[in-house]
């Protein structure tokens, strides 16, 4: 049995601020591991959303009354907050996006479209989500340029010899993944964002995983671009931001157009645009939702990043070795550096089956492709299981679903 107690982290106390592990599911206590799509919420982040509905609720940066006023304040409160975070040196280097999927699609089509041209490669890995393929795999199609893939090993570890001999002087952008949501793969982002700049390549990467559980710094990674989700991070979903080194950021074109993005508007000279962040955020933007985004983020920051991912890896370590007993499954995904995630397939049991019967003991694990299909076909898998932790998680739900899935695999047998 792994011990726990040696850790700083009352998971007690942690589950008491989620009013939703209170309920059951199919007559049973939740147990939920399915946070690599979406974590739950604390009672301080939905609280966020009722205090700026009852309180404040007012369209931002435009208003000169009191309502407009304080809720801009809040919204830029969380910009800080999200910087912070991310240890970027400005809060204009961070722009507020629906999501990790929109942060990834805004570099695409305002750097991407303005500096990719036919002869330039993007190099993005085998591992990486398709939110960081298909928005290149479009714009390559328009632009001409090349798709480059850093290829994974058996293990689920990129090939770190194969990256060094992919960059070359035509690649121009390195589009990778921090932690790999399929398999929980930890990439050496640091390392691989020093040899793409020895090669005069921009380096965005992909945090949806990461936020959770690694404490980002994108200054110390180096990074050029870095994204991540709300929703990932014990936030709401709809909201997300992307980080940016400010130089580029000011040199990049908008990619939508509208209100609060521009500077003057006219029919007969050109239209001018407004200073970062704000020529990114085109419209009215997740107001209540990036201000619950921060109000997440301080609550991680209450608990400590660092026991939280300390809880999760030794959670990792007993899920581990308790379904090494299990006959016929095997671990997908077995990199030396791992966040959070458990991946595995089953002889003689197919994953949604499993899925589906698994819920009928109150667990909530998710099955398929995970938006993973390039890195499932090079491990030769169509779909895994894939149990995700996160802080409010124990070790005695982990032995509810070790017992629940070794009974879903007698009945599929
Ligand atoms: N990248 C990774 C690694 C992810 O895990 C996810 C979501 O699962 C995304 C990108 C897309 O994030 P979102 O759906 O929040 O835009």
Redesign the pocket.
């Known amino acids: 049995m792994t011990n726990f107690s040696d850790l700083l982290l009352d998971v007690a106390r942690v589950r008491k601020d989620f009013p939703i592990l209170e309920r059951e599911v199919h007559g049973k206590p939740l147990v939920y591991f399915d946070n ?2 979406t974590c739950q919420t604390p009672q301080s982040v939905i609280d966020a959303f009722d205090h700026y509905y009852r309180r404040m609720n007012a369209n931002i940066h435009r208003g000169l009354h009191s309502l407009a006023d304080e809720a801009t304040a809040a919204f830029e409160n969380a910009r800080e907050t999200v910087r912070a975070f991310i240890n970027a040196a400005e809060s204009r280097e961070v722009i507020f996006t629906r ?4 942060a990834l699609n805004l570099v695409a089509q305002s750097w991407g479209r303005a500096n990719l041209g036919a002869g330039d490669e993007v190099l993005v890995s085998q591992m990486e ?1 398709h ?2 393929i298909v928005p290149w795999q479009l714009l390559a199609q328009e632009r001409g340029f090349t798709i480059k893939v850093i290829p994974v090993d058996e293990r689920g570890v990129l090939d770190l010899h194969a990256y060094h001999d992919l960059l070359n002087e035509r690649t121009r952008l390195v589009a990778v ?1 921090h932690v ?2 399929a398999l929980g793969t930890i990439n050496p982002v640091k390392e691989m964002t020093a040899t793409a700049h020895e090669h005069g390549a921009l380096v965005l990467i ?1 945090g ?2 990461a936020a959770p559980h690694i404490a980002i710094d994108v200054q110390g990674i180096g990074a050029d671009f870095y994204a991540l ?1 709300a ?2 991070v014990y936030g709401p979903t709809g909201a ?1 931001a992307l980080y940016g080194r400010a130089e580029l950021l000011e040199a990049m074109p908008p990619w939508q157009g509208g209100g609060e993005m521009i500077a003057t508007v006219s029919f007969d000279v050109p239209t001018t645009f407004a200073d970062i962040p704000h020529k990114f955020e085109a419209g009215t933007p997740a107001i209540a939702e990036v201000v619950a985004f921060g109000r997440a983020i301080e609550w991680v920051n209450s608990i400590g990043l660092e026991h939280i991912a300390a809880w999760e890896n030794r959670l990792l370590k007993h899920a581990s070795e308790a379904v090494s007993g299990i006959d016929g499954l095997r671990i997908i995904g077995t990199a030396p550096e791992k966040a959070a995630v458990l991946s595995f397939v089953v002889d003689g049991a197919h994953s949604q089956d499993i899925g589906l019967l698994i819920d009928q003991f109150g667990v909530a694990i998710r099955t398929g492709h995970h ?1 993973a299909q390039p890195l499932l076909s090079r491990l030769g898998v169509d779909a895994t299981c894939r149990a995700s932790f996160a802080a409010y998680n124990t070790p005695e739900e982990v032995d509810v679903f070790v017992d629940g899935l070794q009974h879903v695999i007698n009945m599929l047998r």
């Not at 999501?99 to 929109?102: H, I, M, Q, V, Y």
């Open positions: 690599a799509a999501g990790t999927t929109e989500h939110s960081n993944n790999s949501n992909d949806a995983q989700s929703h990932k997300g938006c």
